[in-house]
């Protein structure tokens, strides 16, 4: 810049001097004129060499700030009317956005680190080289030992080398950790960091979860049992108490063969209702899992409509599917939803409705098949105990047809909801979902 300066005005300051000094000029006059020129021409050189330099020298230490993280260092003197001016207010700009970035960024990584040392699941970060590079509290109380002495260390060498590899999801049942034994659920997902490859490790304690579930199901079994149990055992020893004092009589009544006859028949039939219950209850109980085989969805519907000989089923079909599923069980379920419309509708015709019919058909989503069932029954009256285990409003019912039906969709990786229909009219709507 000052070279510049320089050779701009070197002519023209040239030129004055040789006029000056070959001219009719007096000394005093060379001489004054001569160091005016040169000094105004060097002076204002200097002028512009520093009106360029200062400034590009202040943002040079001002990215240099920003490169070493210091966002607080401001320039002065930015001007939007200068073109150097506007360079050195974008750079103020691009520090403040910097602070405010890293003001956000602190707080959310305190959010992080406060969430992560609060939550009860143990937290793993391991590298590629499957090195851990962060630990969590409940992490650092399941390896029973503190952040300093686990930070750095090998997978392998921490016992956790196995759950890098396999699979992302599983459940680990009577592991023993350094902090504790029981049954715990494992995930594991990859993310990168500065380009590399790293392994995130979840593992949570079921152990109490589990428990706590078990401890319900006890509950509600217990009830349900406790239930059946006392309305078949309580008229039985109502009925033996009463054989009992007939029996004792010294005189009897002459229909007294009658009577224990009649007694002893009721007593059978509440032993045998109670046997069906039995029955029943080791029926869900020992649901066997899926054997699951390719298998074409419209024969498989149309022979479970043609089981249904008191209604006519109109069948109004879909698309043509295979289903990689347990054909017998899926089958099952379909007979039994069926059953289900069939029965409904049967008395909503007995209350004057002789049209009333059922419908049934199939359609394709993204990734799964709807089986539907639409009757024109009189719908659902108490939806909460749909799926409640021997729960049952049919006289012959054992209340646990729609809990196989459930059981069977879920163990294939569907699932089954019963609702009453939307469109105005009455009856319900049974749809099962299966995965393609």
């Known amino acids: 810049m000052l070279l510049l300066a320089l050779l701009s005005g070197a002519p023209a300051v040239l ?7 070959t001219g009719d000029f007096s000394s005093k006059v060379q001489w004054t004129l001569t160091l005016l020129v040169g000094g105004c021409w060097l002076g204002f050189a200097f ?46 700009l691009l520090s403040r956005l910097l602070q405010e970035q890293r003001l956000d960024a602190l707080e959310a990584t305190a959010l992080l680190r406060t969430v992560m040392a609060e939550i009860d699941v143990a937290i793993f970060a391991f590298d590629g080289e499957g090195v851990l590079r962060l630990v969590n509290r409940a992490g650092q109380e399941l390896l029973a030992a503190p952040a300093e002495r ?48 790293h392994a995130l490790l979840v593992i949570t304690d079921l152990s109490q979860a589990l428990r706590e579930e078990e401890l319900k199901a006890w509950q509600r079994l217990v009830r349900v049992l406790g239930h059946e149990l006392n309305n078949s055992l ?16 010294p005189q009897r009544a002459p229909d007294w063969e009658a009577d224990m006859r009649r007694g002893l028949e009721i007593i059978a039939a509440r032993a045998d209702g109670l046997a069906r219950f039995m029955q029943a209850y080791t029926r ?30 109109r069948v109004d079909g879909g698309p043509d599917l295979t289903l990689n599923c347990d054909a017998a069980q899926i089958e099952q379920v379909v007979i039994n939803l069926l059953k289900n419309a069939v029965d409904a509708t049967l008395e909503r015709r007995a209350t004057g409705k002789p049209d009333a019919g059922v419908r049934l058909a199939w359609k394709q989503s993204a990734h799964h098949v709807e089986i539907v069932v639409e009757d024109d029954g009189l719908g659902i009256a108490n939806a909460g105990n749909l799926f409640v285990p021997f729960f049952t409003t049919k006289p012959e019912g054992s209340g646990i047809g729609l809990v196989l039906c459930r059981q069977i969709a879920e163990n294939h990786g569907g699932s089954l909801q019963l609702a009453n229909r939307t469109d105005g009219a009455s009856g319900c709507v049974a749809t099962l979902r299966l995965p393609v």
């Not at 009463?242 to 029996?247: G, H, Q, R, V």
């Open 15 to 21: 030129v004055t001097v040789v006029i000056l000094w």
């Open 47 to 92: 002028a512009a060499r520093e009106r360029v330099i200062h400034p590009l020298q202040t943002m040079a230490n001002l990215l240099t700030a920003l490169r070493e993280g210091d966002f607080s260092i401001r320039a002065h003197g930015a001007r939007r009317d200068d073109p150097l001016g506007d360079v050195m207010a974008e750079i103020n």
């Open 150 to 197: 686990l930070l750095g260390r090998a997978a392998t060498s921490l016992g956790l080398g196995e759950y890098l590899t396999g699979d992302e999801t599983r459940l680990l049942e009577q592991t023993a950790f350094p902090g504790g034994t029981g049954r715990w659920g494992l995930r594991r997902t990859t993310f990168r960091e500065d380009g590399r490859p």
């Open 234 to 249: 309580a008229p039985i020893k109502s009925l033996a108490g009463s054989l009992d004092s007939l029996l004792r009589q």
């Open 284 to 313: 869900l109980a020992r649901l066997p899992q899926p054997a699951r085989a390719p298998c074409a969805l419209p024969p498989l519907v149309q022979r479970a409509a043609s089981i249904e000989t008191r209604l006519p089923v």
